[in-house]
């Protein structure tokens, strides 16, 4: 069974620029999440899909990120702009369900420098 | 909200020692605490988690206890072999079912 993929791996921007990532849920996952890893730290729920609709985005600074879920499969996450305290690991997961204790999956994870 | 404190931040045990690694969590209706490993470069695995029902949940040389009425839970790992050194996280989901995760806890086995 192939893992949740996520792309690209690294990337490299200056401050004020715009970037975008790419997830790819293992095949008949409803439930897509974003995370931000800071170094040193665990990872921190940005937003929580259902299908195509969003379910949580509390953590998520709207000023600058939006995340959307075309189809209810991929999903995109963009900054724009990007700021020096953006630098983390993005981490996209997915599990079966959208119960707290369903087993959530994690992509690679894309590592983003913001200069 | 829910808070995870997870210690210490770092472990470094001989070949064929015990880790512990211990957390506690402040919301009394957490009700799930998985146990995550994460190696460099990759996203975070789960290896072991435990329900609000149960006390003790072994899975060969791992082992998780929960001790509700303290708002603690612990990862113990036996005989540890070099293949388990990388960061681990604990996790507690909150009162709206979202996982919380702790800080991190980097081990290092030495042979």
């Known amino acids: 069974e192939a893992g949740v993929a996520q792309s690209p791996r690294y990337k490299i921007i200056e401050k004020r620029q715009s970037v975008a990532f790419w997830c790819n849920p293992i095949?008949?996952?409803?439930?897509l999440y974003w995370y931000q890893q800071i170094l040193g730290q665990g990872p921190k729920l940005l937003i929580q899909f259902q299908n195509n609709g969003v379910v949580d985005d509390s953590q998520l600074p709207k000023d600058r990120f939006s995340a959307e879920r075309l189809k209810g499969v991929d999903s995109t996450l963009k900054i724009q702009p990007a700021k020096l305290e953006d630098s983390a690991v993005y981490l996209c997961?997915?599990?079966?369900?959208?119960?707290?204790?369903?087993?959530?999956?994690f992509g690679p994870g894309t590592r983003l420098t913001v200069l | 909200g829910e808070n995870v404190e997870q210690h210490p931040s770092t472990l470094s045990v001989q070949e064929g020692d015990s880790a512990v690694i211990k957390c506690t969590y402040s919301?009394?209706?957490?009700?799930?605490f998985p146990w995550y490993k994460q190696e460099l470069g990759k996203g975070p695995q789960l290896i072991i988690d435990i329900r609000s029902n149960v006390g003790e949940k072994k899975d060969q040389r791992i082992a998780v206890t929960l001790n509700k009425t303290a708002k603690h839970f612990s990862l113990h790992i036996t005989e540890t072999q070099p293949e388990d050194s990388a960061v681990y996280f604990c996790?507690?989901?909150?009162?709206?079912?979202?996982?919380?995760f702790g800080a991190g806890t980097q081990v290092v086995v030495t042979p």
């Open positions: 996790a507690a989901t909150d009162s709206w079912g979202k996982l919380q």
């Open positions: 095949s008949g996952h409803a439930t």
């Open positions: 997961a997915s599990s079966l369900g959208l119960a707290g204790d369903n087993e959530q999956f």
């Open positions: 919301d009394s209706a957490s009700n799930y």
